[in-house]
């Protein structure tokens, strides 16, 4: 079972609706959770965070965990056409020797069509 | 607002040549990593740095890497003999914590 778990895509959605991402992962010691996009040959940019069950809202963005299905997902509400993109999910454990790890799916691609 | 900086930002090599791919982390993090994403694949971890010392790595970071800390401002990344399938796009991140890694703009790394 692969750690962190996306549909790669492409999620096509039109211009104004939602968008919904969707991952899991597999080692119930993760605890953080973090969406990143990335444009093509680009750095990947953080969405969003989150570390509680639950959802956490910023603007358009909402993150919603819930740990004992090992799920995390995005939604991306009034969805333009700039928020075509990959999106990355990353979840994070701590490592022997006091560090952490953060481990990302393969990504999803979205796009936002007029 | 502070970032991460990596040089050079494309880096031209033939195989069995050495590199070395350097990052200047944001000052106050304490953990330090590369990354490395090959043409249209997913972003793979390589090494995480912590308290001076390799604190995981994975089964890609062969003998042929290392990492070191050598200032206590960069970050560097030494591929020693460099392979065909080594081309990718490296990139160093830097957090404080728990919290979000904060990458830098990434080396593209083409060996011939």
């Known amino acids: 079972q692969k750690e962190v778990e996306q549909n790669s895509g492409p999620l096509s959605v039109p211009e104004g609706a939602i968008a919904s991402l969707n991952c899991t992962y597999s080692d119930r010691g993760s605890q953080s959770f973090f969406w990143y996009r990335q444009y093509s040959g680009k750095s990947p940019e953080l969405i969003m965070f989150i570390y509680s069950n639950g959802d956490k809202e910023d603007g358009r963005f909402t993150a919603q965990l819930n740990k004992a299905s090992q799920y995390v997902s995005l939604l991306i509400r009034d969805s333009q056409p700039s928020d075509s993109a990959t999106y990355l999910c990353?979840?994070?454990?701590?490592?022997?020797?006091?560090?952490?790890?953060?481990?990302f799916g393969t990504g999803t691609q979205l796009k936002v069509e007029l | 607002e502070p970032e991460v900086t990596q040089t050079p930002s494309h880096q031209v090599t033939q195989m069995g040549q050495e590199v070395i791919l350097r990052c200047v982390p944001i000052?106050?993090?304490?953990?330090f990593y590369w990354y490395r994403q090959i043409l249209g694949q997913k972003v793979e971890f390589l090494v995480s740095f912590y308290n001076n010392e390799i604190s995981e790595k994975s089964e890609i970071f062969d003998d042929q890497f290392s990492v070191e800390r050598p200032d206590g401002s960069n970050f560097t990344l030494k591929i020693r003999s460099t392979k065909l399938e080594d081309s990718a796009m490296y990139f160093c991140a830097s957090r404080p914590g728990q919290g979000p890694l904060h990458f830098g703009n990434g080396t593209r790394l083409t060996v011939t």
């Open positions: 000052s106050n993090h304490l953990y």
């Open positions: 990353a979840v994070n454990r701590r490592v022997t020797g006091g560090g952490n790890k953060l481990t």
